[in-house]
Structures are given as structure tokens and as C-alpha cells.
């Protein structure tokens, strides 16, 4: 099934001191670009957030204001696009493949989305596969999507998830990186 990928990069790394998560090398690529190299088989690929340099070409968009949230940047990113799915990444997946996105698409099925579990078994909506229907409903109903909960923007929809996987373990420090493979992060502007 044809699916859109948006990505969602605009965050303010407020845990790395101002480093661009985004742009966090580990094993010879960014963060940002281990994402868009899982993402390749999509129709099209949106990144919402400011514009950096990629491995492949992409289009972008910010949110208005830039900084108004992850769902703002949700809202943002499925203006892009036509197909009937949306897989929704959030740039710090640095363990996310080709086959996971795979996965993620066939996974929805008869439900509105379909999610990757991460290793703790925490629900990962931002490394999740959706309907477009149901998406766009789900921005409607939340209305102004500025600084909006994402958990509130996914409350109503049928989800489904996977098993616990590595591959929704998100990056939200230096230990996340650090205890996963340290021999290989690289820290740029440290």
C-alpha cells in the first residue's frame, strides 16, 4: 500500500543543550538521515522542521508559529501528501528500518493506526502508520493544534501496536544514545 511519510524535526532539544537532535551522528549518519533512509519507500516525504542538509530530497514545512508543538507540526506535515496512509516519525528513531515502515503500513489493517511499541513497552505515536481519514479527523476535533497534547490528538482512534522493539526506543538524552552504542556517537559542537 502507497503510504506519505512526515517527519517531525523542529523540537528544541532542550535535553542536548542546544545541540540539533536532528543532526546527532551515530554509525556515520544523523539521526535525521537514519529516517529518511527507513522512510525511502514513501510517496512523498515531508519534514517538518527547519530546513537542514539530508541524504535524499524531501520537502519541507514548519509549523506557524514555529515552536507551537508536536501536533502543530502533525497539523503541518499532513498538508503534504494524498496517500491513504501517513507514517508519522519523529527524527530521533535512530534504530527504525526500511522494514519496520513496512511493517508499521501493513500493520494498520482495519484500524485507524498502527504503532511501534518501544523496549519498555511504552505506546510510540510519533513512530506510528495512519489512516489520512482518521488523522485528519483527529486535527479537526482537537481544533487549534498549537501546543495541543499529542496523547489528546490520538485519545479516540483505534490503535493497534507491536510487539516491544528496539526500533521505537526514541533518543531523548545523551545516555539514550550512550548506553545504546557509545563506541560509535558522535557529538558535534561538543
Avoid at 514513501?42 to 509549523?63: D, F, I, K, Q
Avoid at 498502527?114 to 481519514?133: M, V
Wanted: with cysteine.
Amino acid at each position: 500500500m502507497e503510504f506519505d511519510a512526515v517527519v517531525l524535526a523542529g523540537g528544541g532539544s532542550t535535553r542536548f543543550g542546544g545541540v540539533d537532535k536532528a543532526l546527532l551522528v551515530l554509525d556515520g549518519l544523523s539521526l535525521l538521515d537514519r529516517v529518511l533512509t527507513a522512510t525511502i519507500a514513501a510517496r512523498s516525504t515531508v519534514v517538518v522542521g527547519p530546513e537542514r542538509a539530508v541524504c535524499r530530497p524531501v520537502e519541507w514545512t514548519r509549523e506557524e508559529p514555529a515552536g507551537g508543538g508536536p501536533v502543530a507540526g502533525i497539523a503541518a506535515g499532513i498538508a503534504v501528501g494524498q496517500a491513504p496512509i501517513v507514517v508519522l516519525l519523529s527524527c530521533d528513531l535512530p534504530w527504525i528500518t526500511a522494514a519496520e515502515v513496512g511493517q508499521l503500513v501493513e500493520g494498520v489493517g482495519e484500524h485507524d493506526g498502527f504503532g511501534l511499541l518501544d523496549t519498555g513497552s511504552r505506546e510510540q505515536w510519533l513512530a506510528a502508520a495512519y489512516r489520512r481519514t482518521a488523522l485528519v479527523a483527529a486535527l479537526q476535533r482537537i481544533g487549534d493544534p498549537q501546543n495541543q497534547s499529542v496523547r489528546r490528538l490520538f485519545l479516540d482512534l483505534d490503535l493497534s501496536w507491536s510487539a516491544p522493539t528496539r526500533a521505537g526506543d526514541d533518543v531523548d538524552s545523551w545516555a539514550d544514545l550512550d548506553d545504546q552504542n557509545p563506541s560509535t556517537t558522535d557529538q558535534p559542537g561538543l
